[in-house]
Structures are given as structure tokens and as C-alpha cells.
Nanobody, 122 residues
Framework: QVQLVESGGGSVQAGGSLRLSCATS?????MAWFRQAPGKGREGVAS???????SYADSVKGRFTISKDNAKSSLYLQMNSLKPEDTATYYC???????????????????WGKGTLVTISS
């Protein structure tokens, strides 16, 4: 069982920045951030492999950065140049510890946090 707890959401104006954090009970092969805007489906935002390889959705490439701190067992999402369309609940996710291949923002994940709300005003 992998436990994930997000924090850092809030309200900012367009063009601003936020940093989301995810406290984990441990890293698995692939960790990721997803988001779900009101009335829309869930979207993969960014992923990071155990070796540090990252991948991003086109909609956030160049603006968002995923990172992890092994010593703190924490996952982060630095979000810059935020837009109103980035408004969503953001979720931290992980694959199960039995998985050792495949990592991307579109990958099916096995464990999820409860989410943190990000609101961007124009």
C-alpha cells in the first residue's frame, strides 16, 4: 500500500506560480501528477521515473516541473506561468511496487492521493 498526501494548492492570478507537494510512504517505479478540471475528465500532467526521467503533457511543457526528494519521500510539481485553464484538482499518483516498466503521464496508476485544489483567476 502506497500512501499519498498532497498539499500546496490555492488561488493565484494568471501568470503566477504554485508549488505542489506530495508526501509519500515511499517511491515506486513511476510517480505522477494528474489533474481534473470541473466537468472534465482526469488528465495526466507529468510523470517521473525512479531514475529521474521526466515526461510532460504538451499543455504544461515548459511551464511545469516535476521533481522528487528521495530523502524526504516527497514528490513536487512546480507550476509557473499559470493560466486559468490550469484550474483543477491536482492528484499525486503512483504505480504499484510490483511494476518496473512504463512511465508516462498517460499511464494507469494504482494509488492516488485525495487531491489539492488549484484555482487560477484571470
Amino acid at each position: 500500500q502506497v500512501q499519498l498526501v498532497e498539499s500546496g494548492g490555492g488561488s493565484v492570478q494568471a501568470g503566477g506560480s504554485l508549488r505542489l507537494s506530495c508526501a509519500t510512504s515511499g517511491f515506486t517505479y513511476c510517480m505522477a501528477w494528474f489533474r481534473q478540471a470541473p466537468g472534465k475528465g482526469r488528465e495526466g500532467v507529468a510523470s517521473i521515473r525512479r531514475d529521474g526521467t521526466t515526461s510532460y503533457a504538451d499543455s504544461v511543457k515548459g511551464r511545469f516541473t516535476i521533481s522528487k526528494d528521495n530523502a524526504k519521500s516527497s514528490l513536487y510539481l512546480q507550476m509557473n506561468s499559470l493560466k486559468p485553464e490550469d484550474t483543477a484538482t491536482y492528484y499525486c499518483a503512483a504505480v504499484g511496487p510490483w511494476i518496473s516498466v512504463g512511465c508516462s503521464p498517460s499511464r494507469d496508476m494504482n494509488y492516488w492521493g485525495k487531491g489539492t485544489l488549484v484555482t487560477i483567476s484571470s
